[in-house]
């Protein structure tokens, strides 16, 4: 029988309460995932997934892949968890939960604050009903594809009393913030903003998100989770190694196009990078 996927909120909790984080990678198909699993189970740690909307069609469905991380599950013995990724309304958040996901984020950032509280707030009731954990945002991250100046993007970070409110009248499980990271890659240096973060971690105890952890410098990554960081999200960085390694090989003399071929060095790769961020984020506990 296929094993069920975990939700993620106690993982996250207890990740807060002994100051280490998990990272959230990006997930798109079976075998590449199951590279960074295997470095999961290694290291005894729960493999945890992320997934936007463009992934999901890439499986071609929830569904799909739903049964791809249940593969996943039946072939390590850590926790598999699979969490949707800046989902943006409750209809897209349902069709995950009844597809078998069992965490979930709802981003209503892009709206004011009081209709981020409603939209998320109706997600937690019908996500908690079914066992699922909710992750909500409030402030909004930049995208690399936004032009704008380092004060534009300051301003658009979370605000310490907002978040408490919207944890208190929200009741989700999690909470992404917006301190100085960005989506893809970074347009003027890194400017991460541990001060805020500090201020929001003394007045918000759920777990709190990092968003945009490709290109953060890990030296503020290893900050923020002293702060109360318990995921950083990562999605460029792997598509990067896929990428470089792929194109690489096939300039190799004797490739011969096999798909073994195409896709070793770049499952290494990964599995590489994997570990180094497990052990950035979690090394507190290995
Ligand atoms: P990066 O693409 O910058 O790693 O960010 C990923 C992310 O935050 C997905 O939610």
């Known amino acids: 029988m296929a094993k069920e996927l975990n939700a993620l909120k106690e993982y996250l909790v207890d990740a807060r309460e002994r100051k280490y984080a998990l990272g959230g990678f990006c ?6 995932g199951m590279s960074i699993a295997e470095v999961a189970q290694r290291l005894k740690l729960p493999m945890l997934y992320i997934i936007g909307d463009a992934e999901v069609k890439f499986f071609g469905g929830e569904r799909n892949a739903v049964a ?13 968890i699979l969490h949707a990724d800046h989902f943006r309304d409750f209809e897209s958040i349902k069709r995950a939960i009844d597809a078998g996901f069992r965490s979930v984020m709802i981003d209503a950032s892009s709206y004011p604050f009081e209709e981020n509280v409603a939209r998320t707030a109706e997600v937690v009731e019908y996500a908690h009903k079914a066992g699922v954990s909710v992750e909500g945002e409030l402030g909004r991250i930049a995208g690399s594809e936004q032009k704008m100046s380092v004060d534009e993007a300051e301003a658009m970070q979370t605000d310490p009393d907002e978040a408490a409110l919207f944890v208190e009248q929200t009741g989700v499980d999690i909470l992404a913030l917006s ?3 960005v989506h893809g890659e970074y347009r003027f240096p890194p400017r991460i903003n541990i001060p805020r973060l500090q201020k929001i971690s003394e007045k918000v105890s759920i ?10 410098p890990e030296e503020k990554v290893a900050e923020a989770v002293k702060y109360g960081i318990t995921k950083l999200n990562l999605a460029t960085d792997l598509v990067k190694i896929v990428g470089k ?35 950035l984020l979690a090394g507190s506990i290995l």
């Open 27 to 32: 997930f798109w198909n079976y075998a590449y």
């Open 68 to 80: 791809a991380a249940r593969t996943v599950a039946e072939n390590v013995d850590v926790p598999v």
């Open 179 to 181: 301190i100085g990271t």
């Open 207 to 216: 777990p709190l998100v990092m968003h945009g952890g490709s290109g953060t």
């Open 245 to 279: 390694a792929t194109a690489a090989v096939q300039q190799q003399e004797g490739f011969g196009y096999s798909v073994a071929n195409l896709y070793a060095q770049a499952y290494k790769d990964l599995a590489e990078y994997a570990e180094h961020k497990m052990r």
